[in-house]
């Protein structure tokens, strides 16, 4: 089994910076990764951001490439997802996932573990 724990959401105002950290525990699958999906109250969970298990593969999906990145450092267990110039459609509870599949997941249903969530509250 693979468990999951995000940490590092807040309540700050537009244009401020979070990192929200993903730990890891548990089996560990050499093709999976780690992905970061969002979800606004009223809205679908929203897919973020993928990175495989070396770090060597990243996908951010193109409305927050200029403001999100995504990373890991394997030595801590830990996924990072670093959020830049925060704005108020950025508030949502944030989700790390886990899927064993890297190259094929994008979607929710990709993805098998899932931690507890997040809360970011964007303020104007």
């Known amino acids: 089994q693979v468990a999951l724990e995000e940490s590092g959401g807040g309540s700050v105002q537009t244009g401020a910076s979070l990192r929200l950290s993903c730990v890891l525990s548990?089996?560990?699958?050499?093709?999976?990764?780690v992905g970061w999906f969002r979800q606004a109250p009223g809205k679908e969970r929203e897919f973020v951001a993928k990175?495989?298990?070396?770090?060597?593969?990243?996908f951010v999906v193109d409305s927050a490439k200029d403001r999100f990145t995504i990373s890991r450092d394997n030595s801590r267990n830990t996924v990072y997802l670093q959020m830049n110039d925060l704005l108020p459609e950025d508030t949502a509870t944030y989700y790390c996932?886990?899927?064993?599949?890297?190259?094929?997941?994008?979607?929710?249903?990709?993805?098998?573990?899932w931690g507890q969530g997040t809360r970011v509250t964007v303020s104007s």
């Open positions: 990175i495989n298990w070396t770090g060597q593969r990243t």
């Open positions: 548990g089996r560990q699958f050499s093709q999976g990764g």
């Open positions: 996932a886990g899927t064993r599949d890297y190259s094929g997941s994008l979607t929710a249903r990709d993805f098998s573990y």
